[in-house]
């Protein structure tokens, strides 16, 4: 399965492209890393590809057909900044359950502890929080995963535990992963191949 981008355009401004005519192919047993700077677009390419933009020019597609948006949607976009993506009046557990309830081994192997599931997101660090992001992006519908900056916030332990939580995850079960970064060591280390942004970006 292909998670492919075509022909991709957005501009927030008229007249003032932030992507132009931009294509990538996300194979589902692959990492493929995109990296560029900061403020390059490439968090708007991964919103248009997770469905959070809509008026572009191009298709977005799962094995060339149209991705069916009136169910699950199978491309899920894990934030930099999880505290931003999650309501302040829910509890931890109600924050998880709005996407699936995984079961307890799962959730061990992403460092979440149970205690954790009473408690509100200001009452948890960003390493916890982000946990909760990845894990709540895990549904057993998803396909693809598109990690934006994920472990940017992060200290170095736990940027390895979650790391390798997701990749043997994704790898377990055929999810392909798009990570992107402006982390060139990272890029190297996780994925099978690299794109720079900037070649893809035709502005």
Same mark, same amino acid.
């Given at each position: 399965?292909?998670?492919?981008?075509?022909?991709?355009?957005?501009?927030?401004?008229?007249?003032?492209?932030?992507?132009?005519?931009?294509?990538?192919?996300?194979?589902?047993?692959?990492?493929?890393?995109?990296?560029? !700077? +900061?403020?390059?677009?490439? +968090?708007?390419?991964?919103?248009?590809?997770?469905?959070?933009?809509? /008026?572009?020019?191009?298709?977005?597609?799962?094995?060339?057909?149209?991705?069916?948006?009136?169910? =699950? =949607?199978?491309?899920?976009?894990?934030?930099?900044?999880?505290?931003?993506?999650?309501?302040?009046?829910?509890?931890?557990?109600?924050?998880?359950?709005?996407?699936?309830?995984?079961?307890?081994?799962?959730? !061990?192997?992403?460092?979440?502890?149970?205690?954790?599931?009473?408690?509100?997101?200001?009452?948890?660090?960003?390493?916890?929080?982000?946990?909760? +992001?990845?894990?709540?992006?895990?549904?057993?519908?998803?396909?693809?995963?598109?990690?934006?900056?994920?472990?940017?916030?992060?200290?170095?332990?736990?940027?390895?535990?979650?790391?390798?939580?997701?990749?043997? =995850?994704?790898?377990? /079960?055929?999810?392909?992963?798009?990570?992107?970064?402006? !982390?060139? !060591?990272?890029?190297?280390?996780?994925?099978?191949?690299?794109?720079?942004? /900037?070649?893809? /970006?035709?502005?």
């Amino acid at each position: 399965m292909y998670l492919n981008a075509n022909n991709i355009s957005f501009a927030y401004k008229k007249n003032k492209p932030i992507l132009q005519n931009i294509s990538i192919s996300v194979p589902n047993n692959k990492v493929i890393g995109l990296m560029g !700077d +900061s403020g390059s677009g490439k +968090s708007t390419l991964c919103k248009v590809m997770a469905g959070y933009l809509q /008026n572009y020019s191009g298709t977005v597609t799962l094995d060339d057909k149209v991705i069916d948006t009136k169910d =699950y =949607y199978p491309v899920q976009l894990i934030f930099q900044h999880p505290e931003k993506t999650m309501n302040p009046k829910w509890k931890m557990h109600k924050v998880l359950s709005e996407s699936w309830n995984p079961p307890p081994e799962i959730m !061990d192997t992403f460092g979440l502890k149970e205690n954790w599931l009473g408690r509100w997101p200001n009452e948890l660090s960003g390493g916890e929080l982000q946990r909760f +992001s990845i894990l709540r992006a895990l549904n057993p519908k998803t396909k693809f995963i598109i990690a934006d900056e994920i472990s940017t916030m992060l200290d170095a332990v736990t940027q390895v535990q979650i790391w390798d939580a997701l990749l043997d =995850y994704c790898k377990q /079960n055929k999810m392909g992963i798009l990570a992107v970064s402006h !982390d060139k !060591d990272l890029l190297e280390v996780i994925a099978d191949d690299i794109i720079i942004f /900037n070649d893809i /970006n035709k502005l």
